[in-house]
């Protein structure tokens, strides 16, 4: 399995209240994204990064921010969280350009 | 606009009952179809990556094919440990990262 860890794996949070989740990988991947997947959608990506300090934004990116400041670290922010914000959020990885993207297994976020 | 359609939605199978599962796509110029399955509870798990039309990729009782609109994945004699969700996804020419556009999935259900 790829080494990938997502912390938390669950929280509930309320409304207004700023959250972030970790993205730890030890595969020394350059690619890192961030999925949201919710039903009746397919996973969308949020944001992505192509290296320390370099980030974009995906189809999502509205209300989130990322950084990553380390290899092997991702961080995903919800500045104010809303109730649109509850989802299942995905952390992926990927090595050269002809490699897959490999998941972690998620974290599950309630905002109330 | 890349695009993926996945069907059936649902699907329930008899152990030893062959079947196929459909994912069109319309893509800018495609760079990769992938494969993934997901389990309740868990990331997307990587299966193949499909790259030409006319190409196949074999893993046990899984086979992917590829056209120029659509892939098929066939599942041959399941079992109920093929049960779970899966996905299919599509990189295009646009956009950097190798960002995917995913289908919202095919749930498998393989009863004994």
């Known amino acids: 399995d790829a080494g990938i860890t997502q912390s938390p794996r669950h929280k509930v949070t309320e409304t207004g209240t700023p959250v972030t989740l970790r993205c730890h990988q030890t595969?020394?991947?350059?690619?890192m994204y961030w999925y949201r997947q919710d039903p009746g959608h397919g996973l969308r990506l949020i944001h992505y990064?192509?290296?320390?300090?370099?980030?974009d934004k995906g189809e999502v990116s509205d209300g989130y921010s990322v950084s990553r400041s380390k290899t092997e670290d991702f961080l995903l922010t919800l500045e104010s969280a809303t109730s649109s914000q509850t989802s299942v959020y995905f952390c992926a990885i990927r090595g050269q350009s002809n490699q897959p993207q490999h998941f972690g297994d998620g974290t599950r976020l309630s905002i109330l | 606009e890349d695009q993926v359609t996945q069907s059936p939605e649902a699907l329930r199978l008899q152990e030893g009952e062959s079947s196929s599962l459909n994912c069109s796509y319309t893509?800018?110029?495609?760079?990769?179809l992938f494969w993934y399955r997901q389990d309740p509870g868990k990331g997307p798990e990587f299966l193949f990556t499909?790259?030409?039309a006319g190409e196949e990729k074999e893993k046990e009782r899984l086979k992917a094919t590829l056209t120029k609109k659509e892939s098929f994945l066939h599942i041959t004699a399941p079992k109920p440990e093929d049960s779970a969700t899966y996905l299919c996804a599509v990189q295009g020419l646009t956009g950097g990262g190798n960002k995917l556009t995913f289908g919202t999935g095919t749930q498998l259900k393989v009863e004994l």
């Open positions: 893509v800018s110029g495609l760079r990769g």
């Open positions: 595969e020394n991947h350059r690619y």
């Open positions: 499909l790259y030409s």
């Open positions: 990064s192509y290296g320390v300090k370099d980030t």
